[in-house]
């Protein structure tokens, strides 16, 4: 098991963000959160990959703790190389793509393969340049990120968080900051990716991404999982009457 | 004599005080724009108690004229302590360096705190330290942002050199007004003038090849 998420409670002050989370991913999972906004599922995400700390809750990655709890006490999380060593496993593409505008995409592809991996310089452009053939992007390899599209940007974000080699990959709502014709071409990509076996958490609100390309649909509602399975469980035969209104109006606004 | 005539002959003394000038300035440079870059990683610091300490020096130097930290060091130091006395020129370095530093930090910090907390995240998870994320990610992009701001406080140090003539040293005010009251002329002034408008000049030249160096990104 690639992640083992346990009991997550995370609130921001007298906020609670997420109220009990368990979640887990096995390899080749693609998983989907699907959610209105400020039911916790980004902090979920965000949590995962210790951008967020947690109040409370067990972290699992390759069965490994990353953070555990005991009851009554506060969470212990890993002595700092075993955390690093496990973040490693998981990668994350970010809503604002946030690359390196200084760098061009080649260079943001190599940035962490040669300064944290300490890959050869030649190793790294090599694994680069089949990673843009992969997102499409082999053209782009001298552009600097202001000369690029946003779908080309975030096909670029993912690009450099596949040369990292993650066993799971993590997507902050992908295509939330670009327009629908954006949009399509990095669905397309992540569907790709799917289609090749790779692990992936996606916090999203394309409900046909979710429907048609994850395996398993996660609906999460003020900060607790309120309806989950396969796609046909969520979209098809579940009456929870929450998720049904919000499905109702993700669908009225599609 | 007329001015032309005048001011040749005067040129010779200018340009030493020229030269005095430019000594000051550069050397107050050199030691205070890196310097100013290493305090301001102090003043982000997680450390509250070294960001604080680097935030109260900041303000003192800020806060009170040059010309007084000028006389402080040259005047005041010696009557605590006659061991404390150093040459005029020293005391104008350790002033204009200290001085300029608070201003360098200032600005420095400025331009790491824009940096969008994204681009911090992003370098996270990809599993760079804290120091190559700043050395790599932040500081580069802060730099480029800073550059006008840097440009400005350059220019004004040239102008602020012609505060060591309170304390006896041959720059190129000094020169000048000593010409001018000696030979009860004007053109000296003017002479001086336009050497500062000169150098102003050729700083803001290189500002602009600086920024034009960054300019290969937004």
């Known amino acids: 098991m690639i992640l083992r998420a346990e009991n997550i409670v995370k609130s921001f002050g007298e906020l609670g963000v997420l109220k009990d989370i368990s979640l887990n991913v096995n390899k080749g999972d693609v998983v989907a959160i699907i959610g209105a906004s400020g039911s916790g599922k980004s902090t979920f995400l965000r949590c995962l990959n210790y951008l967020e700390l947690i109040q409370s809750g067990n972290i699992f990655i390759d069965d490994e703790p990353m953070v555990v709890t005991k009851p009554g006490k506060k969470p212990v999380y890993a002595p700092e190389k075993e955390l690093k060593t496990l973040r490693s496993k998981l990668g994350m593409v970010f809503q604002s793509f946030n690359l390196f505008p200084h760098k061009n995409v080649l260079e943001n592809l190599i940035e962490a393969p040669t300064i944290v991996k300490k890959m050869p310089k030649a190793e790294a452009i090599s694994k680069a340049e089949e990673l843009l053939a992969r997102v499409e992007l082999s053209d782009k390899r001298n552009a600097y990120p202001y000369e690029l599209s946003g779908g080309q940007q975030q096909r670029v974000a993912i690009a450099r968080a596949l040369a990292m080699d993650p066993e799971l990959l993590c997507f902050d709502e992908p295509t939330s900051a670009l327009d629908p014709q954006l949009t399509g071409e990095v669905l397309r990509v992540m569907q790709n990716l799917a289609a090749d076996g790779m692990t992936m958490l996606v916090v999203t609100h394309e409900m046909g991404f979710a429907r048609n390309v994850a395996n398993h649909v996660v609906y999460m509602s003020d900060g607790l999982i309120v309806e989950e399975g396969t796609p046909e469980d969520v979209f098809v035969n579940s009456g929870n009457p929450k998720l049904r209104a919000f499905l109702g109006m993700a669908e009225e606004k599609e | 004599m007329n001015m032309i005539e005048y001011i040749i002959k005067l040129m010779p003394a200018l340009l030493e005080g020229t030269g005095m000038t430019l000594a000051i300035f550069s050397i107050t440079l050199v030691i205070s724009l890196p310097l100013g870059l290493l305090v301001s990683l102090l003043r982000v610091s997680k450390n509250r108690v070294v960001a604080k300490a680097v935030e109260i020096y900041c303000w003192v130097m800020r806060g009170t004229p040059l010309l007084l930290q000028l006389m402080f060091v040259y005047y005041g130091l010696p009557a605590i302590s006659p061991s404390l006395t150093m040459p005029a020129f020293t005391c104008a370095i350790i002033a ?24 911090l995240e992003a370098a996270d998870v990809l599993g760079l330290s804290r120091y190559q994320t700043m050395r790599r990610i932040i500081l580069p992009q802060a730099i480029k942002r800073v550059l006008p701001s840097l440009g400005n406080e350059v220019i004004t140090l040239v102008k602020d050199t012609a505060l060591v003539y309170t304390i006896a ?18 053109d000296a002034f003017i002479a001086a003038g336009v050497i500062y408008l000169l150098l102003t000049f050729v700083c803001t030249r290189l500002q602009k090849r600086v920024e034009n160096k960054f300019a290969y990104y937004r």
Do not use: K, M, P
């Open chain 2, 169 to 186: 040293i041959h720059e190129l005010l000094r020169v000048t007004q000593i010409a001018a009251t000696r030979d009860f002329r004007s």
């Open chain 2, 96 to 119: 204009f360096s200290l001085n300029y530093t608070a201003y360098f930090v200032e600005i420095f910090r400025g331009g790491i705190e824009s940096i969008e907390q994204g681009q």
